[in-house]
């Protein structure tokens, strides 16, 4: 029998004192995220301000995506396509690329990561060679001219998510340590930069043969 997926309220996230822990809802967190074979890695949060609204601003943008006229203008190669527009990049199989999706890539937090991990941290040489060295980590956002809106709708859904990422992790954190782990995730991603959100658009492919739709599941892969 299949575990059902747990749920809980924004508002209890919000009323979650670390000092003065709710048993109930680390013991949920625990349901969804503990070592148990149950456990499936999923936990819904509902009732969030805005989601609603900010899901409906968002969404319909990524179909417009595929057909701007200055697509080309937010594609980074260089970045190994993890900023900006990607479309046929990654293969589900050896040698088959998927083109059933595109993905926007975007970091909700700051614009221009790498100026603001300097300003904040300095260290700039250092900063500076690790950017040259891997540049998919310390891109600047790009944004289409031709579908300006799409900033604000993004950077609008991906902090809300942070958030509520933020407020989750705080009970994680109660929840390993009452298993003997000290860990710091809720202050890991309040202090982190680094953070990316990914638009997806999903291209219509009703016409392809059975052989084909079999071979665009995914397969095993480890995600940045």
Not at 97 to 123: C, E, H, M, W
Not at 128 to 157: C, G, T
Not at 192 to 205: E, I, P
Request: proline letters at 5%.
């Amino acid at each position: 029998m299949v575990a059902p997926i747990v749920t809980i309220s924004y508002n209890e996230l919000v009323s979650f004192d670390s000092d003065d822990p709710d048993d109930n809802l680390v013991l949920k967190v625990g349901e969804s995220f503990g070592s148990n074979l149950n456990c499936l890695g999923i936990l819904a949060v509902t009732d969030i301000p805005n989601f609603s609204s900010q899901r409906q601003a968002l969404l319909p943008l990524a179909s417009k995506l595929p057909a701007l006229p200055d697509l080309d203008a937010v594609i980074r190669s260089e970045t190994l396509f993890s900023t900006g527009w990607s479309h046929g990049k990654e293969c589900l199989v050896p040698g088959r690329p998927d083109v059933a999706k595109g993905s926007f890539y975007g970091n909700p937090r700051t614009d221009s990561f790498l100026k603001d991990l300097i300003a904040r941290d300095g260290q700039a040489e250092l900063w500076n060679k690790l950017a040259i060295q891997h540049p998919e980590f310390y891109a600047d956002n790009v944004w289409p001219e031709s579908l300006p809106i799409l900033r604000e709708a993004f950077k609008n859904m991906g902090q809300t998510l942070l958030h509520v990422g933020v407020l989750v992790a705080a009970v994680c954190d109660v929840y390993c340590h009452r298993h003997g782990v000290e860990t710091h995730f809720r202050d890991t991603l309040l202090r982190s930069l680094n953070c990316t959100g990914r638009l997806l658009h999903y291209f219509d492919m009703s016409e392809n043969n059975s052989k084909e739709k079999d071979a665009m599941w995914c397969g095993w892969h480890n995600d940045h």
